[in-house]
T-cell receptor, first 115, second 112 residues
Framework: GENVEQHPSTLSVQEGDSAVIKCTYS??????FPWYKQELGKGPQLIID?????GEKKDQRIAVTLNKTAKHFSLHITETQPEDSAVYFC??????????????FGTGTLLAVQP | KAGVTQTPRYLIKTRGQQVTLSCSPI?????VSWYQQTPGQGLQFLFE???????NKGNFPGRFSGRQFSNSRSEMNVSTLELGDSALYLC???????????FGPGTRLTVL
């Protein structure tokens, strides 16, 4: 069945360093890949997403890359700040031309940014 | 613009009871999806509604059900609660049937 693997499960970096989280998906029909940030006691917050017709997307300090051939996508955070500390989830969706909005989530990465 | 709202935020129930959770999507959004989040299983898809119709359902027992109203608000119901149903139940809304989904804060359900 559909599966999304996410690594690492925990990541500790020094403030100002970069952080990279990687995901692999199994369903070749997947065409939409969002990333969510979840802080304690809150729901997941969409921070960036990418569609299968794009290889890279950037929004200020956050970027996402997609390799469709290898079924890999990654989140890159540069110049990390303590407020970036949270759990990050990748997800993949096979929208089937708009027939469904189901997201398959990775297992999450706990990012800790040390001041 | 107000975000996705979920009520109640916290619930404590006992085994065998039933529970109804409510979700109000962002104004103008017609699609609502529900997810269960637990430490052991992570985020799992429950079901999805679009224009009052269930479009997709995850691999959960029939005790889990839902519906969507004409104003796009959605409810999910869990009957005959089990200890393993303790979880954070999240609702997400999107404008149409695909693309960006925005999550609410969730309802924390504890089954004793």
């Amino acid at each position: 069945g559909e599966n999304v693997e996410q690594h690492p499960s925990t990541l500790s970096v020094q403030e100002g360093d970069s952080a990279v989280i990687k995901c692999t998906y199994s369903d070749s029909a997947s065409n939409y890949f969002p990333w969510y940030k979840q802080e304690l006691g809150k729901g997941p917050q969409l921070i960036i997403d990418i569609r299968s017709n794009v290889g890279e997307k950037k929004d200020q300090r956050i970027a996402v890359t997609l390799n469709k051939t290898a079924k890999h996508f990654s989140l890159h955070i540069t110049e990390t700040q303590p407020e970036d500390s949270a759990v990050y989830f990748c997800a993949a969706s096979d929208s089937q031309g708009g027939a469904t909005n189901k997201l398959i989530f990775g297992t999450g990465t706990l990012l800790a940014v040390q001041p | 613009k107000a975000g996705v709202t979920q009520t109640p935020r916290y619930l404590i129930k006992t085994r065998g009871q039933q529970v109804t959770l409510s979700c109000s999507p962002i104004s103008g959004h017609r699609s609502v999806s529900w997810y269960q989040q637990t430490p052991g299983q992570g985020l799992q898809f429950l079901f999805e509604y679009f224009s009052e119709t269930q479009r997709n359902k995850g691999n959960f027992p029939g005790r889990f059900s839902g519906r969507q109203f004409s104003n796009s608000r959605s409810e999910m119901n869990v009957s005959t609660l089990e200890l393993g149903d303790s979880a954070l139940y999240l609702c997400a809304s999107s404008i149409a049937g695909e693309g960006e989904q925005f999550f609410g804060p969730g309802t924390r359900l504890t089954v004793l």
